[in-house]
């Protein structure tokens, strides 16, 4: 896994400490990627123009994907991980997403949870996903470190419980969840299909997506 060279110095392009945030699960097909997308999309809007880089550090890249189908609509940056190496993003932006490469362990759960500002842990609702993140979250407990984890309920659907009680048996063994969590929208995959943030998309359903995004993002810096 590539290792980033982190600093904790202030952005020389925005003369502000900015945020460093890791996006990171132990399963796939959790909304990862699009979690990761979207921090950035809120960051971008929150900060400005040219604040926020996505860094995508999984080998299937899924979100360098999603930036070459919009051909530069996204409204922030998106490079791989030995381009952020070679430019040094955290001196270049003010913000810096870290989409990586699925179930961390080791070394590199280590050094994930030094170097960035806070994990963010998508997981859907199922009780395989959640006993999951169970794993997860004794990994990251038993390593210490400075950075905070937070576990984000995704693919929700209106229709089922399931979301209320996977949050009620995370809660209950100690695992922090944020209080807000992402439904289960179309928009999304569009959103994807198209390289484009969801509020980009036309329809209830893609302004609904980006609010459920917003509220995370207040979560994240408030």
């Known amino acids: 896994m590539w290792q980033w ?19 990171t699960s ?16 809120y960051l971008e809007r929150r900060d400005g123009e040219g604040s926020t880089v996505v860094v995508d550090a999984d080998l299937n ?12 609509q996204l409204g922030f940056s998106v490079v791989s991980s030995r381009e952020a190496q070679e430019r040094g993003v955290v001196r270049e932006f003010a913000n810096v997403v870290v989409d990586t490469q699925g179930r961390p362990r080791g070394e590199g759960l280590r050094r994930l949870v030094a170097q960035c500002d806070m994990l ?22 038993e390593l210490g470190g400075p950075a905070e984890y937070r576990v984000l309920l995704t693919m929700v659907k209106w229709y089922n419980r399931r979301a209320a009680q996977a949050r009620r048996s995370l809660e209950k063994r100690g695992v922090p969840l944020f209080s807000s969590e992402i439904r289960d929208r179309a928009a999304f995959a569009t959103a994807e299909l198209r390289g484009l943030p969801v509020y ?16 995370v993002g207040s979560e994240v810096t408030g």
């Open 26 to 41: 132990h399963k796939g097909g959790v909304a990862k990627t699009t979690t990761a997308m979207h921090l950035g999309a």
């Open 200 to 215: 980009e998309i036309k329809g209830k359903g893609a302004r609904d997506g980006w609010a459920d995004y917003e509220a």
């Open 120 to 141: 963010v842990v998508p997981t859907t609702p199922e009780a395989g996903s959640t006993e999951t993140i169970m794993l997860m979250a004794r990994d990251i407990e």
């Open 61 to 72: 890249g899924s979100a360098l994907g999603w930036a070459r189908r919009g051909r530069g």
């Open 5 to 23: 060279e982190i600093g904790r110095a202030m952005s020389a392009a925005h003369g502000r400490l900015g945020m460093i945030l890791t996006v």
